[in-house]
């Protein structure tokens, strides 16, 4: 029987990240990994960031719907759709709003019986756990019906916040086995089980964002992708894109988390719909993405 794993989490938290060290640890081992990613706008984005150790008829992206209600169909006829492969295991990223209690409680139901029951796999980040204000309630959500909790962004954090955070994700689920990234080996996975904890209801509404996209021009230098990352209220609680910039005819991926940080790295391959910003939160209209970019050109 093949095993599906869910990797949930809030916005930012390392899911992403932790989906590919998971996939690298299966590959080594000659699992033969199928992955499904699930974003609010173009997850052909992150989808293409896998096609360098993965074939790509083995990476599938879901857009534009929520894979814990009106997505869900779709990810479980993806997921039946899934080719059977000796040693097959399937990995599902939710996105960062996800209703995770809600989306392990029915995405095994009508499921092929080749597969074996979901699994839940949370990524915590410890430095902004429960910092989240209105949204606290959803990110104690995503960890309640978590077999296994994988601590992220921990060096940047005190010992004492680390043992703080750990102590607090306990009241919510005290049966998850919490550990680092470094910790998890995928050669025990396969030994886990749904977590028998008992989640609290979330009002499902809280789990449903505006999201946005919008066309993005070639940027003259780094310097204009932090004046748009800038120029987003906190309400928006995540911006990424992909653009060319200067002179480069490669493209760059940047993002920022719901904390403010940006990042930027060179983006792997060609986006399959094009240079694009997009934005995840409270008050994402393309007017307001277009204004960005306005801004930022006209201003450096």
């Known amino acids: ?36 990613l699930n974003d609010y706008e173009n997850a052909h984005l992150d989808a293409q960031q896998f096609i360098e150790q993965m074939n790509p008829k083995w990476v599938r992206a879901l857009s534009g719907s929520c894979i ?7 990810l479980r006829n993806l997921v039946n759709l899934v080719p059977a492969r000796e040693k097959g295991i399937t990995l599902i990223e939710a996105n960062g709003t996800s209703d995770a209690c809600s989306l392990m ?7 092929d019986d080749r597969f ?46 680390k043992d703080f955070v750990i102590r607090d994700i306990e009241r919510f689920n005290p049966l998850a086995k919490i550990v680092i990234v470094d910790e998890v080996d995928v050669t025990k996975l396969t030994q886990v089980e749904p977590s028998k904890n008992k989640a609290e209801k979330l009002e499902h509404q809280k789990a449903h964002w505006s999201s946005c996209s919008t066309d993005l021009p070639n940027l003259p230098d780094e310097k204009h992708i932090h004046a748009i990352c800038k120029f987003f209220p906190k309400g928006i609680l995540r911006v990424k894109g992909c653009v060319r910039v200067g002179d480069d005819e490669n493209y760059t991926y940047f993002e920022r988390t719901p904390d403010g940080k940006v990042s930027i790295r060179p983006f792997n391959g060609f986006p399959p719909m094009g240079a694009k910003l997009l934005t995840i939160g409270l008050g994402s209209e393309k007017s307001l993405l277009k204004k960005a ?5 006209s201003s450096q």
């Open 293 to 297: 970019i306005a801004n930022a050109l």
């Open 105 to 111: 409680g029915f995405l095994g139901v009508g499921l």
């Open 68 to 74: 814990c209600c009106s997505g869900l169909h779709e």
């Open 116 to 161: 074996m029951p979901p699994i839940q796999i949370s990524a915590v980040d410890v430095k902004n756990w429960q910092k989240r204000k209105e949204h606290n309630e959803l990110e104690a959500n995503q960890i309640q019906l978590s077999s296994i909790i994988v601590l992220t962004h921990v060096d940047d954090v005190t010992d004492e916040r």
């Open 1 to 36: 029987m093949e095993m599906i794993i869910t990797i949930v989490g809030f916005l930012g938290a390392g899911k992403t990240t932790l989906l590919k060290t998971l996939m690298t640890k299966f590959l080594e081992e000659d699992w033969k990994p199928f992955i499904i």
